[in-house]
């Protein structure tokens, strides 16, 4: 049987933010700065190249949705050309300077920027890459071990997150250059990834997102679906102190 490859995505302003500046992308299907408390599953076959991403409009800054939907959306585009660790690199840099492009177009847009976390999903590898603090799980049997690396400084002791980071796309006014976190590894049937924003993992402990995720091998399509809630409603109980953006990703055959 062929391959194939499962996200149950979702997106959402939570409860203390008055707009939404997340978006996502998934495969070529994107979804920017709206709201869905349902998560929406999609299929694809594993083989072509898909992203799955998800971008985070800097708060405090100005068209934080227009910079993160613009990168959702460029990747989206991209995502057929890219097939490593270089094109990846490639793409995000004509991401970073793209944001800064549009910035200095619109006046009121100045310092826009965003952080960008994902997949690229390949026939036997998965390269995974991000700017800024949102992030990359692989969710493994006992627990999520993090493949993403947030750019952000130390925390103190006691601390789990941290309102600063250290870069993004665009989020200053004049160009910046960035290095992305990039690095490949092997995917194979029954892998389980999970992208999202702060939004979540600043509301939720890691202990707890690994409870709600359930039993790997009890995976499918609708208990994926039931997590990806269940992740978002944890976050809304804990506050909903920032926008929610999740995309669960699982290799099925």
């Not at 910079?67 to 004509?94: I, K, N, T, Y």
Request: overall charge negative; aromatic content about 4%.
């Amino acid at each position: 049987m062929t391959a194939y490859i499962a996200v149950s995505a979702l997106s959402h302003e939570g409860l203390v933010r008055e707009r939404n500046e997340d978006s996502l992308t998934v495969g070529p299907w994107t979804l920017c700065a709206t709201v869905t408390t349902n998560p929406q599953s999609l299929l694809f076959p594993l083989g072509p190249p898909c992203v799955v991403a998800v971008a985070d409009g800097l708060g405090g800054h100005p068209g934080g949705e227009v910079a993160s939907a613009l990168v959702a959306r460029r990747l989206a585009a991209a995502g057929p050309d890219l097939d490593g660790e270089e094109s990846v690199r490639e793409a995000l840099q004509s991401c970073n300077q793209a944001v800064y492009a549009a910035a200095g177009d619109t006046p009121e847009l100045a310092a826009m920027g965003t952080t960008v976390a994902g997949l690229v999903l390949l026939e036997e590898r998965v390269v995974v890459f991000n700017v800024g603090d949102s992030r990359v799980y692989r969710i493994v049997d006992g627990g999520l071990r993090r493949v993403s690396v947030d750019d952000s400084p130390p925390l103190p002791p006691g601390r789990r997150t941290t309102a600063l980071i250290t870069q993004s796309l665009g989020g200053s006014l004049g160009l910046t250059f960035v290095e992305p976190h990039i690095r490949s590894a092997p995917l194979a049937v029954g892998d389980r990834y999970l992208v999202c924003s702060d939004g979540l993992t600043d509301a939720v402990p890691e202990e707890e997102l690994t409870a709600l995720l359930g039993n790997p091998a009890e995976a499918s399509e609708r208990a994926d679906g039931r997590a990806a809630f269940d992740l978002w409603k944890a976050a809304i109980e804990a506050g909903g102190p920032d926008n929610i953006s999740l995309a669960l990703v699982r290799i099925g055959a």
